[in-house]
């Protein structure tokens, strides 16, 4: 009898610890790979600059007329948020239709939101063709450029980007979930 009140007793301590792990819920663990680009500044700069970082990144392009001018506000309005519980997390916004998007073009549609660009890495420099490949394969969206239109077409979402350079969870960047996502990006930089 000691033995079985032993082994229950055993098993609902694990439970217990279990259901309090501080992990995040369902992790994507995407690793990325390399990408060169330019800055809002003119600078280069790969996916090896922000080794060690924690990061939110997301797909923009400043002539969108639909869901780019949301995803902006809410973006600036999480790192404001970032900002106020005091978390080191960079921003990276990669443009959709680079031969448009210039450095500069970037760096002042983001301040018409009134982003931080010290903490807001703005990415341009490649081909359509590299971004449209690099958001699937590394990000599981799409990005595609029609020939006949100047509006490009691609995901919403928010990503996640640990220290390791891997893509831990996506939210949606139109209504977005900022309680969880804070609590996701205190998780990952304790």
């Known amino acids: 009898m000691k033995k079985i009140v032993k082994i229950i007793t055993s ?3 694990v439970l217990l610890l279990t259901s309090c792990g501080e992990g995040i819920k369902d992790p994507l663990n995407w690793e990325l790979t390399n990408f060169s680009a330019i800055t ?10 922000l080794k060690g970082k924690v990061w939110v990144a997301d797909f923009i392009f400043t002539n969108c007329a639909t ?4 995803m902006t506000a809410n973006m600036t309005k999480l790192q404001g948020m970032l900002k106020e519980k005091e978390l080191d997390v960079d921003i990276v916004s990669f443009s959709v239709d680079p031969t448009v998007d210039t450095p500069k073009k970037l760096k002042e549609y983001v ?3 009134n982003g931080d660009i010290t903490k807001w890495h703005l990415l341009t420099g490649f081909s359509q ?4 490949e690099y958001a699937m394969k590394n990000f ?3 990005v595609k450029k029609p020939d006949t ?11 996640l980007i640990d220290q390791d350079g891997n893509v831990v969870k996506s939210y949606d960047g139109m209504d977005v979930p900022y ?3 804070i609590k996701d990006i205190e998780i990952i930089t304790k």
């Open 149 to 159: 239109d100047n509006q490009v077409i691609h995901g919403t979402s928010f990503f």
């Open 179 to 181: 309680d969880d996502m």
């Open 111 to 113: 301040m018409k939101f």
């Open 40 to 49: 809002e500044e003119g600078k280069n700069i790969r996916l090896t600059d």
């Open 11 to 13: 098993f609902f301590f």
């Open 140 to 142: 599981k969206t799409i």
């Open 129 to 132: 063709e590299f971004i449209e």
């Open 67 to 70: 869901v780019c001018p949301p």
